[in-house]
């Protein structure tokens, strides 16, 4: 039973090392958020049998820590599926810069991009 939670906590490690990857898509980030909580309520079954039969104080406690790190790990991953998501649903501005604006006039019906951004703080192709 310990070979099995040792495989699938180095499993659930290398996991983590694919939602360390700045260039991960939201889409294979929710694919690894689902296999690493799967993996983690194997992992915490497999510890709870583990720890109903096991006499021995120091592997109960190396249990325990086996607990604490998969803990760890899932929040790291958990942050990382945060982040990505936020990173992939920003809204990206319709006007980064004045020159994609075709007239160079805000949808406000001011002259220029000055006067749009003392009304605005947003972007020249804002709609009221």
Do not use: Y
Request: aromatic share 4%; charged share 35%.
């Amino acid at each position: 039973m310990i070979g099995e939670i040792t495989k699938k906590v180095e499993a659930l490690n290398k996991l983590k090392e694919t939602a360390n990857n700045p260039k991960i898509l939201w889409e294979e980030m929710q694919i690894v958020a689902d296999k690493s909580f799967q993996l983690q309520e194997d992992i915490l079954a497999l510890i709870q049998q583990a720890e109903e039969t096991e006499k021995n104080i120091a592997a109960l406690q190396s249990l325990f820590e086996t607990r604490e790190m998969v803990w760890d790990i899932i929040d790291e991953i958990a942050a990382l599926e945060i982040k990505s998501k936020e990173k992939a649903h920003k809204k990206q501005s319709k006007c980064a810069s004045k020159k994609s604006c075709p007239d160079k006039k805000c949808d406000c019906h001011h002259s220029s991009h000055e006067a749009q951004e003392e009304c605005h703080s947003s972007c020249c192709c804002h709609k009221h």
